[in-house]
């Protein structure tokens, strides 16, 4: 898709090297709520089982990537020196309690840095989520991919996320979902997609945006509870001999 035009010695992102896969978005009663797993694939190989891929910049706003993990690092670096000049340049030209960037500003600056990397035929291999507090104060929750596609919703993936937990998503949200009520549908879909996604990992980050206070809340990793009973997970494929894998 993305031919390479750059001149000798130097190389553009033609395909993706170390990887993490879906993250899931949610807005419930009392803010926004991500989920996402630690695990980064080196190809094939689930190799670094601590690659945490949610991130608050600045206290204020959430990101979560799947894609290439440097590229992810590279996004953080940029976002993180724009807060920084934001909060030095804030005596200057504005009052401090306005220094900081919301949700929906992050968002809109990383389509058109999406954008501009595309245009370049050298891309930032990632899909993003944007989660935090609108210009009203009110939840925001925003996805931005690898060309500059944007889009906002009240439930949002990545990666196999957007084939296996939205429809899940879709059938139990409500707009006045409780906090714990949102976090235990994200971990169902999270557990869904460590059984049926090879690049998953049950070991996951929950992070929250809350309404009210606007606070950046991200936890430390955790491993699910998983089941393998299932008959399809056990019996032999067809009733034949073998070990029961497909």
């Given at each position: 898709?993305?031919?390479?035009?750059?001149?000798?010695?130097?190389?553009?992102?033609?395909?993706?090297?170390?990887?993490?896969?879906?993250?899931?978005?949610?807005?419930?009663?009392?803010?926004?709520?991500?989920?996402?797993?630690?695990?980064?694939?080196?190809?094939?190989?689930?190799?670094?089982?601590?690659?945490?891929?949610?991130?608050?910049?600045?206290?204020?706003?959430?990101?979560?990537?799947?894609?290439?993990?440097?590229?992810?690092?590279?996004?953080?670096?940029?976002?993180?020196?724009?807060?920084?000049?934001?909060?030095?340049?804030?005596?200057?030209?504005?009052?401090?309690?306005?220094?900081?960037?919301?949700?929906?500003?992050?968002?809109?600056?990383?389509?058109?840095?999406?954008?501009?990397?595309?245009?370049?035929?050298?891309?930032?291999?990632?899909?993003?989520?944007?989660?935090?507090?609108?210009?009203?104060?009110?939840?925001f929750l925003g996805?931005?991919?690898?060309?500059?596609?944007?889009?906002?919703?009240?439930?949002?993936?990545?990666?196999?996320?957007?084939?296996?937990?939205?429809?899940?998503?879709?059938?139990?949200?409500?707009?006045?979902?409780?906090?714990?009520?949102?976090?235990?549908?994200?971990?169902?879909?999270?557990?869904?997609?460590?059984?049926?996604?090879?690049?998953?990992?049950?070991?996951?980050?929950?992070?929250?945006?809350?309404?009210?206070?606007?606070?950046?809340?991200?936890?430390?990793?955790?491993?699910?509870?998983?089941?393998?009973?299932?008959?399809?997970?056990?019996s032999p494929v067809?009733?034949?001999?073998?070990?029961?894998?497909?």
């Open positions: 898709m993305f031919s390479s035009l750059a001149p000798p010695g130097r190389g553009h992102t033609t395909r993706p090297i170390v990887t993490g896969t879906s993250v899931l978005g949610l807005k419930y009663a009392g803010g926004v709520m991500l989920a996402a797993d630690t695990l980064a694939s080196y190809g094939g190989m689930a190799k670094y089982k601590d690659c945490r891929r949610l991130v608050s910049i600045d206290d204020t706003v959430l990101i979560g990537a799947g894609g290439e993990f440097s590229d992810f690092q590279a996004i953080q670096q940029l976002l993180e020196a724009n807060a920084l000049e934001s909060r030095c340049m804030s005596g200057l030209y504005h009052d401090e309690d306005n220094s900081s960037n919301n949700a929906k500003e992050t968002w809109n600056y990383l389509r058109a840095v999406m954008y501009n990397r595309r245009n370049k035929m050298d891309p930032l291999w990632n899909d993003l989520v944007v989660a935090g507090l609108d210009e009203r104060s009110k939840p996805w931005v991919d690898k060309i500059g596609t944007t889009f906002s919703d009240n439930m949002v993936a990545t990666g196999f996320g957007s084939y296996l937990a939205i429809p899940l998503l879709r059938e139990k949200y409500r707009p006045n979902l409780d906090e714990g009520e949102a976090r235990a549908l994200l971990e169902d879909c999270m557990r869904i997609l460590f059984y049926r996604d090879c690049r998953a990992s049950n070991r996951i980050q929950i992070a929250k945006v809350e309404e009210e206070s606007g606070e950046v809340l991200i936890s430390d990793p955790y491993e699910l509870e998983t089941s393998w009973d299932a008959a399809s997970f056990v067809g009733d034949l001999d073998g070990d029961g894998g497909w």
